[in-house]
């Protein structure tokens, strides 16, 4: 059974994207100049420079994103983004799927089109809602270009022939369009815009740690709808995945307010906390597969904006030890 709804079957009338069009248009341009014997060496050999350094940048913005972690099964040797381990939520558990460039299983047929709207909107080729256990609720905020380039990066790994498992919900979850629903309450889609008010460093901050490392979907409480809970952001969430408690790593005493801006960027290189203890659970991937890949000046404006954010008193016991 293959009823996922990011399916698309073969030879589906793809809008072609402007990008494919005008890449069909340079080969076209590109062969005929050979024909005639020009020398158009050094104008293919620049296009693949172009391509080269799109993919360069969307695995810097696949680190980042930590897309890694969830979509690979690590524990049992899964193949990379062949599907990942269950994620168990109070709301059911979630099994994210391959998103290899298989044409079958994965998302190998997609257009840029279909990646955009699945990252920006949380809409599957099909028309259907993805559930918010895929975090596009802060993929929202991320520019076409980091989008597009990470679909650049993905699309040279390489295809796994693998079906990931269905999601195991409750009946009333089954229907996708309970989401629309959801959506219209709790997400409002589109690219983040910088703060004038601020300086870019806290800006670069914000967009890393909202739109692309989407901290704040383990980190942050929920309300009663499973949606982020803003005015208590990053202040811990004692039910994260998986039923664990998850820290508060707002500056507030109870959270890492005795943390410097180089101890976090530290700790987002190294996974060492300022007590010499090592990251455990989660956090230990989001750092080995994530922020460990991210330049100094990066992982310094994540920690600044984090310490920026207003502080959040909680209960000290939410912090889990594995
Ligand atoms: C917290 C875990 C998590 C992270 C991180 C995550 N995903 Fe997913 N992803 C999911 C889940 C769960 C689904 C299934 C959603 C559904 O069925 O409605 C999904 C679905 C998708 C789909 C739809 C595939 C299909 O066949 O319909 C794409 C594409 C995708 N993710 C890409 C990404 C990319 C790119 C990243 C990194 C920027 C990423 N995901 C990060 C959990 C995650
Ligand atoms: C997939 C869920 C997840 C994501 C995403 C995530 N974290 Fe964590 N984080 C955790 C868990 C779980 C722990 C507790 C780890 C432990 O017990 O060793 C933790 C611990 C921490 C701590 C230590 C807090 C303390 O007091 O011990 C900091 C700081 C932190 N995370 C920062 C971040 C930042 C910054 C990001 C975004 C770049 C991030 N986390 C993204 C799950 C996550």
């Avoid at 664990?244 to 101890?263: A, R």
């Amino acid at each position: 059974m293959n009823d996922r709804p990011g399916r698309v079957l073969p030879g589906r009338t793809v809008s072609k994207s402007l990008e494919t069009e005008m890449t069909a248009a340079f080969i076209r341009t590109a062969a005929s100049l050979i024909l005639l014997g020009a020398i158009a060496m050094p104008i293919v050999a620049s296009a693949q420079g172009a391509d080269a350094e799109r993919v360069k940048r969307g695995e810097y913005i696949f680190r980042a994103a930590d897309c890694y972690s969830c979509h690979t099964d690590t524990k049992n040797n899964g193949q990379p983004l062949a599907g990942g381990a269950a994620i168990k939520t109070p709301f059911g558990t979630f099994y994210p799927p391959n998103i290899t460039p298989d044409t079958e299983f994965g998302i190998g047929l997609w257009s840029d089109q279909d990646f955009l709207r699945a990252l920006r909107d949380g809409i599957a080729p099909d028309g259907s809602h993805y559930y918010p256990a895929f975090p596009y609720t802060s993929f929202t905020g991320m520019t076409n270009q980091d989008i597009l380039d990470l679909k650049a990066y993905i699309f040279t790994l390489p295809a796994v022939s693998a079906e990931a498992p269905q999601h195991e919900l409750p009946f009333y979850l089954r229907w996708r369009s309970v989401i629309g629903a959801w959506k219209m309450l709790n997400f409002k889609p589109g690219p983040m815009t910088p703060d004038p008010a601020k300086d870019a460093v806290w800006n670069r901050g914000r967009y890393l740690v909202e739109a692309i490392a989407h901290c704040g979907e383990c980190h942050s409480p929920r309300t009663a709808t499973g949606a982020i809970d803003r005015a208590k952001e990053m202040s811990g969430n004692p039910s994260g995945p998986d039923g664990k408690g998850i820290p508060n790593i707002t500056p507030d005493p109870t959270g890492i307010g005795d943390w410097s801006e180089s101890d976090l960027a530290f700790a987002l290189k190294l996974g060492v906390m300022p007590d010499g203890d090592t990251f455990g659970s989660f956090m230990a991937d989001v750092v080995e597969q994530g922020t460990a890949y991210l330049t100094d000046d990066d992982r310094t404006a994540i920690a600044r904006y984090i310490r920026s954010l207003p502080p959040v008193r909680t209960e000290k016991e939410d912090k889990p030890k594995d």
